[in-house]
């Protein structure tokens, strides 16, 4: 008996220091684990429904924190910014015709700008005395009908700058361009000794299924909702997207 009591405490004893070198090895793992982590940069997805204003949050995030856009970011928004300001110009112009409120006098030069396909400099003068045209903005409260962006406004009283040759826009103008996201776009930015990186994915419901590999590795879900949705309809006079609530649902 005493042979077989030396026995049970001898395995009682290897197995303590098998567990003690098991809960040691542990310790290092999740140390390193952790330090792993500490290093790795804290991922934020950023969703919601097309035009719900995640590439405007994005760009504010990086004027915010000091990374600014490049020379050649300014020049592709000021391209946007004109075609925005065409392209929201030619639906006013196009309803305002239809309903008989625009004025005769200005019909030459509107046609010039309903049938530019893109914004060129030759049309300065015509979309410049458009936009002061009182028929044309006042057709702007009907952004949500017409589906015209909620900063038409901006667009119409800046065009003269617009216009320009030498035009550079703002962290305002930029913050206010219109540009469907297609694809994943990442901004990386660090705070207080913190990394991040924000990835940005297209809203319209054909971007939508890239959403499920954008998940991996995501600390946080930052979803956006437009104000101004609830009252945008289709020419069919429905809704032209599940409301945001819903859609966070599937989300």
Not at 31 to 50: A, F, H, V, W, Y
Not at 132 to 139: H, Q, S, T, Y
Not at 151 to 157: C, I, M, N, P, Q
Request: glycine letters at 6%; charged letters at 25%; hydrophobic letters at 35%.
């Amino acid at each position: 008996s005493t042979q077989s009591t030396g026995k049970v405490f001898s395995l009682k004893t290897m197995g303590q220091c098998n567990f003690k070198k098991k809960d040691s090895t542990t310790s290092e793992i999740d140390s390193q684990l952790r330090d792993e982590r500490k290093n790795q940069p804290i991922k934020l997805l950023l969703l919601g429904t097309g035009d719900s204003g995640k590439s405007t949050f994005a760009r504010q995030i990086k004027v915010i924190h000091n990374i600014g856009f490049s020379a050649t970011e300014l020049q592709r928004f000021a391209t946007v910014l004109r075609e925005n300001l065409l392209t929201s110009l030619q639906i006013i112009i196009n309803h305002t015709m239809k309903n008989g409120t625009f004025p005769q006098n200005l019909v030459k030069t509107a046609q010039k700008v309903t049938e530019a396909e893109h914004w060129a400099p030759e049309l300065s003068r015509s979309i410049i005395k458009l936009c002061k045209c009182e028929v044309v903005n006042k057709a702007c409260e009907l952004r949500g009908e017409l589906q015209i962006s909620s900063t038409v406004d901006y667009f119409l009283s800046n065009a003269p700058r617009f216009c320009k040759d030498d035009f550079v826009p703002t962290n305002d103008d930029v913050f206010r361009a219109k540009l469907k996201t297609t694809g994943i776009i990442e901004t990386k930015f660090e705070n207080k000794g913190v990394k991040f990186v924000m990835v940005d994915v297209g809203g319209q419901r054909t971007e939508r299924r890239k959403w499920l590999h954008s998940f991996e590795g995501v600390t946080a879900v930052i979803y956006l909702a437009s104000l101004d949705e609830c009252n945008v309809i289709s020419p069919l006079k429905i809704r032209l997207d599940f409301p945001p609530s819903i859609l966070f649902k599937h989300v």
